[in-house]
């Protein structure tokens, strides 16, 4: 290794459309052909492909995956007056929908060791005003589904399962996204499926819920129904061309999540012996490692060597949500949520995507292992 070898990025989205390039033009080509733009065949032909793979009842094409959530809480009536409890160590989105319908964000504090929502301190807010209760597959990792689906049960709330990291991880064999009463899914650019723009998609089992999502998608117009509306909706479509980028890479899903895996194996065995925390891989679930994300009590300083030696990572999150200052009003203090508030300070995201050659994880991790636990003044960018 020298500092003059290539830098290895953390995403190279390059790589994976170069090798799809005439598929993607064809499927883009044939859109325009057909000119049917929003909720067209491709959309169409993309939902029920995508009920297959999930093991879904309904599978719905939304905007985002921010609006997916939006709609999830919607569909379900939670509203004013209603509480959701979920995790602090997410995107923003997750919380942000909550208080965006006009609900409370209730959070409670995450596991150490999955950085997933723990349904203990979960249990412990259950209040007679608790809707719901949003577990996110963080990272990729299956969140606890079944002891948040008897909690469910139990209190009478609903499982909203945040889905966008995990597009094809499973669950006991299941996969996420739909175990709940709804899943999210996020088809953001550098998502493990993801499109050429923004687009989500949600997974229900229900047939009235299915029926409601899709009318409020679709500004409140009953189907079938030209220009009559017995609601207010929104405007919240998945549009054709992403739906036929999606039909593309679709079809490579399981191959790119099973060489992540691969990755995450080779990552875990070069980093062990050194300080670094890798993340767990419980038997029971099969992780899609969106981001592989290891933990350091120096972390800095290992973020500050390893961009010397030319290596993209990143610190996903920064700032718990309940320490944000969109949520100020809420009233949480530092020191809440310890195990949450501990995880922003120490972990950091290194290099993942299928596309990543096993010489380009060996760069990593020596980068890693000089960078980490070797003593005051071992980090340098001279080692590189
Ligand atoms: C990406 C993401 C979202 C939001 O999805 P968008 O499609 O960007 O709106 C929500 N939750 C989590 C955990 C995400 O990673």
Redesign the pocket.
């Known amino acids: 290794m020298n500092a003059s070898a290539p830098p290895i990025p953390l995403l190279d989205l390059k790589q994976q459309h170069a090798a799809l390039r005439p598929q993607m033009d064809a499927a883009m080509a044939r859109v325009v052909d057909q000119c049917q733009f929003v909720l067209g065949p491709e959309v169409k032909a993309l939902e029920s492909e995508l009920a297959s793979y999930l093991q879904a009842a309904h599978a719905i094409g939304v905007a985002?995956?921010?609006?997916a959530?939006i709609l999830a809480l919607k569909a379900l009536d939670i509203g004013p007056g209603d509480e959701v409890i979920t995790t602090p160590f997410?995107?923003f989105?997750?919380a942000e929908t909550i208080a965006l319908v006009g609900a409370t964000p209730v959070f409670a504090d995450i596991d150490p060791v999955t950085f997933n929502l723990d349904p203990k301190a979960v249990e412990a807010k259950i209040t007679p005003r608790t809707r719901a209760i949003i577990p996110?597959h963080?990272f990729g990792l299956p969140a606890d589904m079944d002891a948040f689906l008897e909690l469910g049960r139990r209190h009478n709330v609903r499982i909203i399962e945040?889905a966008?990291?995990a597009a094809g991880a499973r669950y006991k064999g299941r996969p996420v996204g739909a175990l709940g009463d709804v899943g999210?899914f996020?088809?953001?650019p550098t998502?493990n499926l993801g499109g050429v723009g923004?687009?989500?998609l949600m997974a229900i089992q229900d047939a009235t819920l299915a029926a409601r999502v899709r009318q409020f998608a679709n500004h409140g117009q009953p189907p079938g129904q030209k220009y009559f509306y017995d609601g207010l909706g929104t405007n919240s479509r998945l549009d054709s061309l992403q739906a036929a980028v999606l039909r593309v890479k679709l079809p490579h899903l399981d191959a790119w999540n099973a060489r992540r895996r691969a990755i995450a194996a080779q990552y875990r065995r070069l980093l062990s012996g050194c300080d670094v925390v890798c993340p767990p891989e419980p038997a029971d679930r099969d992780a899609v490692h969106h981001l592989y994300t290891v933990r350091h009590p120096e972390r800095d300083r290992l973020m500050e060597h390893l961009r010397a030696c030319g290596i993209g990572c990143m610190v996903y999150y920064p700032l718990s949500l309940h320490l944000q200052p969109a949520f100020a009003h809420l009233g949480y203090r530092r020191g809440d949520l310890p195990h949450s508030e501990a995880a922003q300070d120490q972990v950091l995201s290194l290099p993942m995507y299928a596309e990543l050659t096993d010489a380009e994880v060996e760069r990593v991790c020596a980068a890693v292992l000089q960078g980490c636990g070797r003593g005051a003044g071992a980090a340098s960018s001279s080692l590189c």
Do not use: I, N, R, W
Not at 64 to 67: I, K, N, Y
């Open positions: 985002s995956g921010t609006d959530l997410t995107f989105a997750t996110v963080l945040d966008a990291q999210c996020s088809f953001y998502k923004d687009g989500g």
